[in-house]
């Protein structure tokens, strides 16, 4: 059973950092391909960033570029997502997410495996 564990939310001010984190077990990591979406109130769960299986390639949503880095540990099975210059909006559930598919990929509907949310709130 493919398990996600999302942590390292919370609430910080405008303008500051957080660094969340997701450790994936019952798949070999080095084989998955990963995610981060998020989940404003009262709007649809929208892509965030996405990484490779080796961590070579990387693509994120216009709105976090440049602020936001994703990065993975494949010996830890875990993914991260350092998110800096945080904003208002970024205010969310964010969700990490594994796919057994080769690549970049931006769609809810191409991932697998799902974690349980993690809560980042931001304060203006």
């Known amino acids: 059973q493919v398990q996600l564990v999302e942590s390292g939310g919370g609430l910080v001010q405008a303008g500051g950092a957080l660094r969340l984190s997701c450790t994936v077990s019952?798949?070999?990591?080095?084989?998955?391909?990963m995610g981060w979406f998020r989940q404003a109130p009262g709007k649809e769960r929208e892509f965030v960033s996405t990484?490779?299986?080796?961590?070579?390639?990387?693509y994120y949503a216009d709105s976090v570029k440049g602020r936001f880095t994703i990065s993975r540990d494949n010996a830890k099975s875990t993914v991260y997502l350092q998110m800096n210059s945080l904003k208002f909006e970024d205010t969310a559930v964010y969700y990490c997410?594994?796919?057994?598919?080769?690549?970049?990929?931006?769609?809810?509907?191409?991932?697998?495996?799902w974690g349980q949310g993690t809560q980042v709130t931001v304060s203006s």
């Open positions: 990484i490779n299986r080796s961590g070579s390639s990387t």
């Open positions: 997410a594994a796919t057994t598919r080769y690549g970049l990929f931006t769609r809810r509907d191409e991932y697998n495996y």
């Open positions: 019952g798949r070999t990591f080095g084989n998955t391909g």
